[in-house]
């Protein structure tokens, strides 16, 4: 393997797949335009089989399983194994349990768990708009920001309970910690876990130029589909710490 790495890992969130739905995804721009076929080329030429890959949410459009099926089987049939959580346009996304019982078999959800992936910890949250973003409206978004909040704490906390001291902790959430460069609270959060990387999405077309940004130990880095052009992100050297 490139650089001595025996097993590589690589991100990318928001697949925005809909096989089984009506949601032609050009209608966000050209750059979207048979999405799907970019994803599939880009990925199988980055990735093998023993590579990790790392989804934080909006993977499918599908309301419920069965018209997520097609997507998961198509996210199931490239190379690696994928690690997946929740994005806020996941709605076939239930019980954790469902989802294990539900996706393929290199598919590995999380959701405010963590697990041990050798050389490093990955947790994983869905996070939630913060009073950072300028539409955020305290009326709606409060409750669920607080609630997040809340989850990402039990999540590292379950993320320390298995961490050995020489591990990084790897984050995923769906929503930007970090807005222009400005720490929300969940930053907060992940600067005291020690948390070394944090991947997110969501954000689409409109880049602060602080979207990937180092803030008090913590590295941001946005690997929405369309942020990389579809082309899963290789943050091998990130993760094992070289």
């Not at 799907?36 to 980055?46: D, G, H, L, P, R």
């Not at 994928?82 to 994005?87: A, H, L, V, Y």
């Not at 309970?161 to 995923?172: A, N, S, T």
């Not at 050297?237 to 070289?242: A, L």
Request: aromatic share 12%; with cysteine.
């Amino acid at each position: 393997m490139d650089g001595g790495f025996c097993v590589r890992v690589f991100a990318i969130s928001d697949l925005h797949l809909g096989f089984a739905v009506n949601k032609p995804m050009d209608i966000f721009g050209s750059a979207w335009r048979n999405h799907s076929s970019k994803i599939e080329v880009n990925w199988t030429q980055a990735a093998g089989n023993d590579d990790l890959i790392l989804v934080p949410g909006d993977i499918s459009w599908g309301m419920n399983f069965t018209q997520a099926e097609e997507d998961l089987k198509f996210l199931d049939s490239l190379p690696g194994k994928k690690f997946i959580s929740r994005g806020n346009h996941d709605y076939w996304w239930s019980s954790l349990s469902k989802v294990t019982q539900f996706v393929g078999g290199s598919i590995v959800p999380l959701q405010r768990n963590a697990v041990d992936c050798g050389s490093f910890i990955l947790a994983a949250s869905k996070g939630w708009n913060t009073p950072l973003w300028d539409g955020f409206k305290p009326s709606s978004d409060s409750k669920l920001y607080r609630r997040e909040l809340d989850r990402m704490k039990l999540t590292l906390e379950k993320a320390a309970e298995i961490k050995k001291p020489e591990q990084k902790l790897v984050y995923m959430m769906h929503f930007p910690p970090v807005i222009d460069g400005e720490p929300s609270e969940f930053a907060e959060l992940l600067s005291r876990a020690e948390v070394s990387l944090c991947l997110y999405g969501h954000l689409h077309e409109k880049w602060s130029p602080s979207v990937n940004m180092k803030h008090d130990g913590v590295m941001y880095r946005i690997v929405s589909a369309d942020y990389l052009n579809f082309k899963p992100l290789d943050i091998t050297e990130e993760v094992y710490g070289r």
